[in-house]
């Protein structure tokens, strides 16, 4: 799971991929503009969304947190379908109902995660609380599973910007 700065109080979003690969996917819900104006009215009402990255994401500059947990093949092919279904039927953002911390921890509850109580908190509070409630885990399963079914990831697919593990999936992102 990962979190970074933006205009406003930030943006919570998973990145996610294998982590001996250089390409990534991004899953996060935001106003499917990148006018203001639903923005704003997001806070009120709910508003039109995407799922995919927004302006950012992708930039090591603006990340404030992340969290990335490995995951076998298998695990990981449950959980990027399970991201892709969210995406398919995610429709609306609303900073107070459903927002982009809401979408990342239905993801992180699937992959058997503890959540922290409030999808209210800035981005980064939440990813560094998921992190800290789970004690920095960092297998969806037990590592020695998690380690016999890959190989070791590289330097470059360390980096948090980068996809992770096995298969990784980290607030900002993850397999």
């Given at each position: 799971?990962?979190?970074?700065?933006?205009a406003?109080?930030?943006?919570?979003?998973?990145?996610?991929?294998?982590?001996?690969?250089?390409?990534?996917?991004?899953?996060?819900?935001?106003?499917?503009?990148?006018?203001?104006?639903?923005?704003i009215?997001?806070h009120?009402?709910?508003?039109?969304?995407?799922?995919?990255?927004?302006?950012?994401?992708?930039?090591?500059?603006?990340?404030?947190?992340?969290?990335?947990?490995?995951?076998?093949?298998?695990?990981?092919?449950?959980?990027?379908?399970?991201?892709?279904?969210?995406?398919?039927?995610?429709?609306?953002?609303?900073?107070?109902?459903?927002?982009?911390?809401?979408?990342?921890?239905?993801?992180?509850?699937?992959?058997?995660?503890?959540?922290?109580g409030?999808?209210?908190?800035?981005?980064?509070?939440?990813?560094n609380?998921?992190?800290?409630?789970?004690?920095?885990r960092?297998?969806?399963?037990?590592?020695?599973?998690a380690?016999?079914?890959?190989?070791?990831?590289?330097?470059?697919?360390?980096?948090?910007?980068?996809?992770?593990?096995a298969?990784t999936?980290?607030?900002?992102?993850?397999?």
């Amino acid at each position: 799971m990962t979190a970074r700065t933006a205009a406003s109080y930030g943006h919570a979003f998973v990145w996610y991929g294998r982590a001996d690969q250089k390409q990534v996917e991004i899953a996060g819900l935001h106003p499917a503009t990148e006018s203001v104006i639903p923005y704003i009215l997001g806070h009120v009402i709910p508003v039109p969304s995407e799922t995919g990255k927004s302006y950012g994401d992708l930039d090591d500059d603006y990340l404030t947190a992340s969290y990335r947990v490995y995951m076998t093949e298998a695990e990981a092919k449950r959980v990027f379908a399970y991201i892709r279904h969210l995406q398919a039927t995610s429709p609306l953002w609303n900073a107070a109902t459903y927002n982009c911390i809401a979408f990342i921890q239905d993801i992180a509850r699937y992959m058997g995660l503890r959540v922290p109580g409030n999808h209210l908190l800035y981005p980064e509070d939440w990813v560094n609380s998921l992190k800290r409630i789970n004690g920095g885990r960092r297998y969806m399963s037990s590592p020695a599973v998690a380690q016999s079914s890959s190989t070791k990831p590289s330097a470059a697919a360390q980096k948090p910007a980068a996809s992770a593990g096995a298969q990784t999936a980290s607030a900002s992102g993850g397999y």
